[in-house]
Structures are given as structure tokens and as C-alpha cells.
């Protein structure tokens, strides 16, 4: 028989799997032979990335044949993080699903531009907390009493951005929930410690893959910087344009990717740094405005 996969009897909750670094985060954890259970305020693009993962991996529910219990390597679910008993329902139906789980990586976030005079309205501003801080707050704080109750090591990867660490004109909302983010981590480490570890993954730009960068908001970042394009040009020549000025600022200078930002994830979650606690991992290409002092 070949050796079991890294991962293999796991179950793994990612919110935020409908789009983006959640999804790929998703897909990068079952190809090591994790169960994932994909969650998203959209359900219908959780369940998407369920059936991807279904589709792949043929191990769904009632799959004759196949010999697999349960709910197979994959599930959607809907949950908003910014509710408490919309994140208890979704964490009883994993419960009701698998029996339990042994991780969790939030990638649900938001970022609400301010308007053109650099000013952010009050509402925006509690949405951008509400979203990218308490949720992730909420989640693990209903998660600890699950966790608290299996008795088993676990892992939490929350999702920061090199904008915690830098300040920038305009996104005043974003940068300073994603800075609040960051140190909730180091709460949680502490507060969730010794059974479960409590990281996070701070990246940066990544345009091509990510609901973050609408066309709209593609064109106003190339405007911004003086890049040339045409207004009738096609969006992924857009997003290509903009990924590689982000990335000539990087000091490796390659766009970044989703599946870049994945595989922090994936370290995260299996137990290759089991000893990491508390701590921030950069996926930025190299930002040295970045770097945590
Ligand atoms: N894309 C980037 O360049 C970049 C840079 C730095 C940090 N980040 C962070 O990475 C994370 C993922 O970004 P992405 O690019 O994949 O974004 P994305 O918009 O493609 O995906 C985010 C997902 O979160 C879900 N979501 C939003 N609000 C939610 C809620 N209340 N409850 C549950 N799910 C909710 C959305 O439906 C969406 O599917 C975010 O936290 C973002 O702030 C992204």
C-alpha cells in the first residue's frame, strides 16, 4: 500500500473558499488528502469549489463503489463570519458531517475602497472590521469551544496583508483592520494555546484570480500609476499589466499567485511547522517597506 498522504483523515474548514486564495488554498489542502470543507458567504460559490474538489478527487457522497463514508473529500457550506450563530450553525453541520475537525483557514476578507476624495464613510469602515477582524475573532472564539471539547492539536491560519505593516493613502479602513489582524493572531495563539496554533499569512497583490481586483478597480490602479491601456482592452491583459508593475516592485519581481499564497497555508496546517505559533508569514514577493519589525 502506498503511504498515507500529509494529510490524509484530516478535516480542514476554509472560509472564504468561494474565490480567490480561499479557493486554491482548498484545492492545494485536498490534493494532500484533506477533507475540506468549503465555506463562503456566497454559498452557491462554496459549493462550486466543493464540487471542483468532488469532481477531482471522485469521492463524494453515495459514490458506489468507491467504499466512502461520510460526506467525502469535500462539502459546501454557507456561513457569515460577521454572525455568531451563523458560524455555530455551520460548525454543527461539519460536526454533524465529519465528527469533528482539526483546522480552520479564514480567507474571508474585504477590502471597500475609500471614495475619490480619500474620505471612507462610517458604514464602509464598520463593514471592513466587522468582515477582516471580528469575524475572524468570532470564528475562533466558537471554533475554541469545539476544539476545546476533541481534546486534539489543531491549527487556525488567519489572513492578514503586507498593508498591516504599511501605510498608504487611501485604504485607511483596510490597512488598519488588516494591522488589527495581525494582532489577533497573537492573541489567539495565546489564548487557544497549547492544543491549537494560531498563525497567519500576510500577502500582497495578487490581482489575477482574486475578487479584490474588479476590472474597475484594475483600471483605476493603472490609471494611478501612469501605466498605458486602452478602455476597450481585455480584463486579463488589465490584470497582467497591473500583476507585473506589482511585481517589479518585489524583490523577486514574478507576479504573485493564489496557489503562491496556498502553500503558506498548507505549511501552516500540516505539521511541518507544529513548533510555529503566533506568527505572521509573509507571502509578498518581497516587500521590504513590509518587514516586521
Ligand atoms: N488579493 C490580494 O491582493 C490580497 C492582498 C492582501 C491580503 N488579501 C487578503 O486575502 C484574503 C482573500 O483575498 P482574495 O483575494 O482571495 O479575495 P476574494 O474576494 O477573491 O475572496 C474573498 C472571499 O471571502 C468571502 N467573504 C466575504 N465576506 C464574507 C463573510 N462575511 N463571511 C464569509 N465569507 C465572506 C467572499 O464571498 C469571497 O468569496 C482577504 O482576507 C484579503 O484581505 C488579499
Redesign the pocket.
Known amino acids: 500500500m502506498p503511504a498515507d498522504k500529509e494529510l490524509a483523515g484530516r478535516v480542514v474548514i476554509v ?2 473558499a ?5 479557493r486554491e488554498t482548498a484545492l492545494r489542502l485536498v490534493r494532500e488528502g484533506a477533507h475540506i470543507v468549503c465555506v ?3 454559498q452557491a ?1 462554496a459549493q462550486a469549489t466543493a464540487d471542483e474538489i468532488l469532481a477531482k478527487t471522485g469521492l463524494g457522497i453515495g459514490v458506489a463503489g468507491t467504499g466512502i463514508s461520510g460526506c467525502g473529500s469535500a462539502i459546501g457550506l454557507q ?4 454572525k455568531r450563530e451563523s458560524i455555530r450553525a455551520m460548525l454543527n453541520q461539519v460536526i454533524l458531517a465529519y465528527g469533528g475537525f482539526d483546522s480552520i483557514a479564514v ?5 471597500v475602497p475609500s471614495d475619490t476624495s480619500g474620505h471612507i464613510p462610517d458604514d464602509k469602515w464598520a463593514l471592513t472590521f466587522n ?2 477582524v471580528t ?1 475572524s475573532y468570532l470564528v475562533a472564539d466558537e471554533a475554541a469551544k469545539d476544539f476545546k471539547a476533541q481534546g486534539l492539536r489543531g491549527s487556525m491560519v488567519l ?1 492578514t ?3 498591516a505593516a504599511v501605510a498608504k493613502k487611501g485604504s485607511v479602513a483596510y490597512d488598519t483592520s488588516k494591522a488589527a489582524a495581525n494582532h489577533l493572531v497573537r492573541e489567539l495563539a495565546i489564548e487557544l494555546a497549547p492544543l491549537v496554533r494560531v498563525n497567519g499569512v500576510a ?5 489575477q484570480g ?4 474588479p476590472r474597475d478597480r484594475v483600471i483605476g490602479s493603472l490609471a494611478k500609476y501612469g501605466i498605458p491601456y486602452t478602455d476597450d482592452e481585455a480584463t486579463d491583459s488589465l490584470t497582467t499589466k497591473l500583476a507585473q508593475f506589482y511585481a517589479d516592485r518585489t524583490l523577486t519581481r514574478s507576479p504573485i499567485t493564489p496557489a503562491d499564497q496556498a502553500e503558506a497555508y498548507f505549511l501552516l496546517i500540516a505539521d511541518r511547522l507544529s513548533k510555529t505559533t503566533g506568527q505572521i508569514v509573509t507571502v509578498d514577493g518581497g516587500l521590504h517597506e513590509a518587514f516586521l519589525r
Not at 468561494?18 to 480561499?22: A, D, E, K, N
Not at 482574486?210 to 481586483?213: E, G, I, L
Open positions: 472560509i472564504g468561494g474565490s480567490g486564495i480561499g463562503d458567504l456566497n460559490a456561513a457569515d463570519v460577521t480567507t474571508a476578507g474585504i477590502f468582515i477582516n469575524g489572513t496583508s503586507a498593508n500577502p500582497a497583490t495578487v490581482v482574486s475578487a479584490m481586483f
